[in-house]
């Protein structure tokens, strides 16, 4: 593909590079939010300890209490931080990690949702707190049927697009993250790809013009790729190469299966 193909649209293309599959072999933080675990615990006890930080917000701290309180062999470090405006945390496991040091931040603005508040918190600091930073912020959260709540997910996503810090929302069977209008390269192992995973490319702004190479099912921009009577949306998609490109006009999520 080339940097021309938009040429009409736009005047400079970005270009960005991903390596979704090495996101935990550097600094990262870690959040987690108020959906139970459906992780293994090995994965789980990686993925948490191995992070420069640890954020859980408001009821995601219950489920990693029982984690803890379930698993006696399991050593799990306690988050730095618990934010949210605690109206679902236990008041037992509140001060069992108080109690341990953790730093208890109350966000009881309703505008914001809780996942939104931990990383206006996480990423910008209020009241000249500042926290490590990671190359990434990984948030681990279980879909709960609620379809509000996701919306809510993707709008956080959405919210931080321009943060220097990406954001990756990760599940059991899938992880996404939101693309600016841009060229993309996501490079992946040949082993995963070998699975044919799935994976997704949702339209975020209206009519978006998308091409790719390394998807079963390629786009093209003769499609109109958007929601809405006559618009594709590219959904039960199968990467087949370690070196996908993606280019469009306006913004996008991508999403894909799960490789932890």
Not at 12 to 26: C, D, G, N, V
Not at 123 to 144: A, F, H
Not at 198 to 207: A, L, T
Request: charge should be negative; glycine fraction near 6%.
């Amino acid at each position: 593909m080339s940097n021309n193909f938009f040429k009409d649209s736009l005047t400079k293309m970005e270009t960005y590079s991903w390596s979704p599959m090495s996101l935990t072999s550097h600094s990262y933080i870690v959040c987690l939010l108020n959906q139970p675990i459906k992780l293994s615990i090995t994965s789980f006890q990686k993925i948490w300890n191995n992070a420069s930080f640890r954020l859980s917000v408001d009821g995601g701290t219950n489920h990693l209490f029982e984690i803890v309180k379930n698993n006696a062999s399991t050593n799990l470090k306690s988050p730095e931080m618990i934010t949210g405006d605690f109206d679902s945390i236990l008041s037992h496991v509140r001060n069992h990690y108080e109690g341990l040091g953790t730093k208890i931040i109350e966000t009881s603005d309703q505008n914001f949702t809780d996942f939104t508040k931990a990383l206006m918190e996480l990423l910008s600091g209020t009241e000249g707190r500042e926290y490590p930073k990671g190359k990434s912020v990984l948030v681990i959260n279980e879909p709960s049927g609620r379809h509000d709540q996701f919306f809510a997910n993707i709008s956080t996503l959405a919210k931080f697009k321009e943060s220097q810090v990406p954001v990756f929302l990760m599940s059991e069977e899938s992880i996404s993250w939101w693309m600016k209008a841009g060229e993309h390269s996501i490079f992946l192992e040949k082993n995963y790809v070998a699975q044919r995973p799935y994976c997704g490319i949702i339209p975020m702004n209206g009519s978006t013009k998308f091409e790719s190479i390394g998807l079963r099912w390629n786009l093209s921009k003769s499609m109109d790729c958007s929601f809405g009577e006559n618009g594709i949306i590219s959904t039960s998609n199968e990467i087949t190469s370690d070196s996908v490109q993606l280019v469009a006009d306006k913004d996008f999520l991508w999403t894909m299966k799960s490789f932890f």
